[in-house]
């Protein structure tokens, strides 16, 4: 393996009081991820389409190249298959690559990469090689950019032992979860949602991580658990705030990892409430929420009070008209509907 | 010229992986090894005058048909064979066998079970080493049949916009598993694939060692003196099918005994005795250590080990 001649420097010291946050964009907390980790690590480096002179369609990569240079924020050519390979073979010679790619749609043109080689890697060598890779990238609906644009493919990688899955709801835990997502020695795909870009909330100025499989609890509440990630979370905030005013309180549980999965906070939850609906926005097909369903009632079967209520988009690609499109992934509505089957089920 | 050890070295490996691979074909037959097994028989001169032509900590990666490469970059044949068995003692503490085969602290970066799925690897290694801004060079074998995936037209494209240290290795065997060449591609002379990339291109003689090692010396000192990457076709032929168990009769006889009359392994031996100057008891005392060691790999490999079920369970129970 490589002897890299850079050495890592030392964290950064911490700013600030702890307690001090401000107000960011789930971008910019993604930016502040990158910029920190690079600051700390000179093995770290991106590339991907467009994301060094103009910083990616998402801005996520706004202003690293002017600070870290072209070598360490590099624009591809629109090869997914070979950048994405490109960084599993950095990362296996000990290197620490963020690739960005643009859409999940977009990552079909990178499985082997992702399936054959990163995935693999580590028990094929006998557990010698690591493979220390993070892709990221942004999937869902809700743009009106029709069907190879707005898909919600986790359950594919989901599926794939070797992989780690990240699909963070809020800034804080954006920003959290990619900064060890770098740091993890196992492949993980950083799925971002392109509706969550602009939503804002607090990030603490102190530098922070949260370590993959933690689940957050994004509501205290006693009769009813509702499991959601990514952008289905603030659409099940806001349905269990409707329902707060009759007086139902639901737990939102978000594991913000689907690999490693929180299993025990989702069991804990489930055990105080006994009712459980899982909503996500991926079609209902071979979805993970059946596969966290299925957990549920081999583990925590005794405690169920009801039927699990799965919300979930429906299987079909997803259309471009707006109203079509909208039809086909979970909606308040749909939410508080189910939270009120199960609840009243039992 | 070479010196008579630089030939003598040459022609060790050459023979070590001729006596390897058909040793373990035996064992295959015997049900010793398992599993998926492509022979490097009659590829032999591609893996060791590449090899011979990079430092310790270069990088390579290898291919399906990888056995040769693991041997020319200086693997113990006989972790290899614990490997092919499946044993716990082998490079991948059998977990990879033949097709995954590594050796990741060598640099060896692995063979691969999907065609053309090493290339990309290698543009990271070279890139990775680019970013350090470390010399190291990164030399990826692949097949005729890996070049017309896609993957490799993306990958000679990457290195050569950024100008990567990477010596892309086609050992053109004329087959892609019983496809032949010319019902592959409509031009056979795959190097002329590289020029429309930017990429020094070039075709060799697969089967002449020494014509191998030149051609790869100079890729290595245009790659580590910063001009970017290198694509050299070595043409070859398979002495047999696909795999172990394919006879191959789809392959002409009159190819077969074409490309047997220029066998690899006995043109380094005539090269160590011609230009080398080295006696036929120097040639015959290598072959016999060869054997001898082949044959103590094999004992090795027998008396190791199979991986415990439960240790193996134990590692895996995080992630159920």
């Known amino acids: 393996m490589s002897t890299s001649t850079l050495e890592s420097v030392p964290s950064l010291p911490q700013t600030g009081n702890s307690q001090d946050t401000r107000i960011l964009k789930y971008s910019e907390a993604l930016n502040e991820a990158l910029r920190e980790e690079m600051r700390r690590d000179p093995t770290v480096f991106l590339m991907g389409e467009g994301i060094a002179e103009r910083g990616g369609i998402w801005k996520v990569t706004e202003n690293l190249m002017q600070e870290f240079g072209a070598k360490r924020v590099r624009d591809t050519p629109i090869a997914e298959a070979s950048f994405t390979g490109a960084g599993v073979g950095a990362a296996i010679t000990g290197m620490r690559p963020v690739v960005e790619i643009m859409f999940v749609d977009f990552a079909m043109l990178a499985m082997d990469p992702i399936v054959n080689q990163a995935a693999k890697y580590h028990l094929m060598t006998g557990g010698l090689g690591r493979v220390p890779l993070v892709v990221r990238t942004q999937g869902g609906s809700g743009t009106t950019i029709a069907a190879q644009h707005s898909q919600s493919l986790e359950a594919l990688f989901y599926h794939i032992p070797g992989l780690k899955v990240a699909m963070p709801s809020t800034p804080y835990d954006a920003k959290g979860l990619l900064k060890s997502a770098i740091r993890d020695d196992a492949p993980v795909i950083f799925i971002e949602h392109k509706l969550l870009y602009t939503t804002t909330g607090e990030v603490p100025s102190a530098e922070y991580l949260i370590p993959l499989g933690e689940a957050d609890i994004k509501r205290p509440g006693r009769d009813v658990t509702l499991i959601a990630w990514s952008n289905m979370v603030p659409r099940s905030l806001a349905a269990a705030e409707k329902l707060a005013g009759e007086g139902i309180e639901v737990e939102v549980?978000?594991?913000?990892?689907?690999?490693?999965?929180?299993?025990?906070?989702?069991?804990?939850?489930?055990?105080?409430?006994?009712?459980?609906?899982?909503?996500?926005?991926?079609?209902?097909?071979?979805?993970?929420?059946?596969?966290?369903?299925?957990?549920?009632?081999?583990?925590?079967?005794?405690?169920?009070?009801?039927?699990?209520?799965?919300?979930?988009?429906?299987?079909?690609?997803?259309p471009f008209n707006m109203k079509l499109e909208s039809a086909c992934v979970p909606r308040e509505e749909d939410i508080v509907r189910a939270l009120k089957r199960a609840v009243y089920a039992g | 010229m070479h010196t008579k050890e630089f030939l003598a070295g040459t022609y060790k490996t050459l023979l070590t992986i001729r006596l390897f691979e058909t040793r373990a074909i035996q064992l295959y037959r015997q049900g010793l090894v398992r599993g998926y097994f492509h022979p490097y028989l009659g590829e032999e001169a591609i893996g060791t005058g590449v090899c011979a032509a990079l430092k310790p900590r270069d990088y390579i990666v290898s291919t399906h048909r990888g056995h040769g490469h693991c041997i020319a970059r200086g693997a113990e044949i006989g972790k290899m064979f614990a490997e092919l068995f499946g044993r716990a003692t082998g490079y991948c503490a059998g977990r990879g066998g033949s097709m995954h085969i590594a050796d990741v602290t060598a640099g060896n970066l692995g063979a691969n079970g999907i065609v053309g799925g090493g290339i990309s690897l290698g543009v990271g290694a070279a890139l990775g080493t680019s970013i350090r801004g470390e010399d190291q060079v990164t030399a990826v074998f692949l097949s005729d049949g890996a070049s017309n995936n896609?993957?490799?037209?993306?990958?000679?494209?990457?290195?050569?916009?950024?100008?990567?240290?990477?010596?892309?290795?086609?050992?053109?065997?004329?087959?892609?598993?019983?496809?032949?060449?010319?019902?592959?591609?409509?031009?056979?002379?795959?190097?002329?694939?590289?020029?429309?990339?930017?990429?020094?291109?070039?075709?060799?003689?697969?089967?002449?060692?020494?014509?191998?090692?030149?051609?790869?010396?100079?890729?290595?000192?245009?790659?580590?003196?910063?001009?970017?990457?290198?694509l050299m076709e070595a043409k070859t032929y398979r002495h047999a099918g696909h795999h172990v168990n394919d006879p191959g009769l789809y392959m002409p006889k009159e190819s077969l005994e074409y490309y047997k009359s220029k066998d690899p392994v006995v043109l380094g031996r005539k090269l160590l005795i011609e230009e080398g100057g080295a006696a036929q008891e120097?040639?015959?005392?290598?072959?016999?250590?060869?054997?001898?060691?082949?044959?103590?790999?094999?004992?090795?490999?027998?008396?190791?080990?199979?991986?415990?079920?439960?240790?193996?369970?134990?590692?895996?129970?995080?992630?159920?």
Not at chain 1, 263 to 279: A, D, F
Not at chain 2, 157 to 162: E, H, K
Not at chain 2, 180 to 196: D, F, H, M, V
Not at chain 2, 288 to 293: F, I, K, L, P
């Open chain 1, 253 to 318: 549980v978000d594991p913000r990892t689907l690999v490693p999965l929180d299993k025990q906070r989702i069991l804990e939850s489930v055990c105080k409430t006994q009712h459980v609906v899982i909503v996500q926005e991926a079609v209902r097909r071979g979805g993970v929420a059946s596969d966290i369903a299925s957990i549920i009632q081999e583990e925590a079967f005794d405690y169920l009070d009801a039927p699990i209520e799965i919300v979930a988009g429906k299987n079909t690609p997803i």
């Open chain 2, 150 to 230: 896609g993957v490799f037209c993306e990958s000679m494209n990457l290195a050569a916009i950024w100008n990567l240290p990477l010596i892309l290795v086609i050992e053109n065997n004329q087959y892609a598993v019983s496809t032949p060449i010319e019902q592959s591609t409509r031009e056979p002379e795959l190097y002329k694939r590289g020029p429309a990339y930017g990429v020094t291109s070039s075709t060799v003689d697969g089967n002449h060692v020494l014509e191998v090692y030149e051609r790869a010396c100079e890729a290595v000192s245009q790659c580590r003196a910063g001009k970017g990457p290198v």
């Open chain 2, 282 to 320: 120097e040639a015959k005392a290598i072959e016999t250590a060869v054997e001898q060691e082949v044959e103590a790999a094999v004992e090795f490999a027998k008396r190791s080990p199979e991986p415990s079920v439960e240790e193996f369970l134990e590692s895996i129970e995080a992630c159920q």
